[in-house]
């Protein structure tokens, strides 16, 4: 199990904009050969957004992204014609296959968070892209993602509760929220953890939290 904490990941957006970001992998001008992936994760971005801030449209393809809102609303608009408010217990995936645009904003009135994961491109290229929204996801209800071979379990624990970790190959383990502790190890927000040939393991609330598990294959 290798833990990478919050205050590690990488800083970007743009803050004179209203936009703060943190990258836990690789990511433009912070290349890193030794984080470019894990499993089919390729991206786990914290996003910050003023309101009134936002990302103008930009292009993306071969990429499963999908989007958990912590606080606030998140303005999607994309290519296919699509036009949703994703809001705190709403699961988003954007499937780019051949190529999408979108664009992402806060027009709400107040600061927007969001955590934003792109998994690693399907085993077959091209393909028309896709979307779904899932409104309020309920407790330890999987979503599955299979294109990149991959399943979100949301997991949301009172302090003691305990949750079992998927038994795969790879599992990752992002803390939104909260305390919770992962075979001794103690997570707070922003923390992870990325497990290989997770086996026989438990995740317990140290305090009211919420996780984001992504149990993958490959």
């Known amino acids: 199990m290798d833990v990478r904490r919050a205050d590690a990941r990488y800083p970007g957006g743009d803050p004179a904009a209203g936009i703060d970001t943190r990258h836990a992998f690789s990511f433009g001008p912070h290349y890193d050969p030794d984080n470019l992936r894990f499993g089919a994760l390729i991206a786990c971005n914290e996003e910050r957004l003023a309101p009134g801030a936002g990302f103008d449209e930009h292009p993306h393809s071969h990429t499963e992204i999908v989007t958990w809102v912590v606080e606030g609303e998140l303005t999607h608009r994309d290519s296919g014609g699509h036009a949703t408010t994703v809001r705190p217990g709403d699961v988003q995936r954007l499937g780019a296959a051949s190529g999408v645009r979108h664009v992402e904003r806060n027009d709400g009135p107040v600061p927007l ?106």
């Open 113 to 218: 968070t969001f955590v934003q994961m792109w998994l690693a491109p399907p085993a077959a290229p091209g393909g028309d892209p896709s979307y779904e929204i899932v409104r309020g996801i309920a407790d330890a209800t999987p979503y599955a993602v299979p294109e990149a071979g991959a399943m979100l379990h949301v997991r949301r624990l009172a302090a003691g509760e305990r949750t079992a970790v998927p038994d795969a190959p790879y599992v990752y383990v992002h803390v939104v929220r909260g305390t919770a502790r992962l075979d001794g190890e103690e997570l707070g927000p922003g923390d992870a953890a990325r497990i290989t040939d997770a086996k026989d393991l438990t995740a317990a609330g140290v305090s009211a939290s919420e996780l984001l598990v992504w149990e993958m294959t490959a």
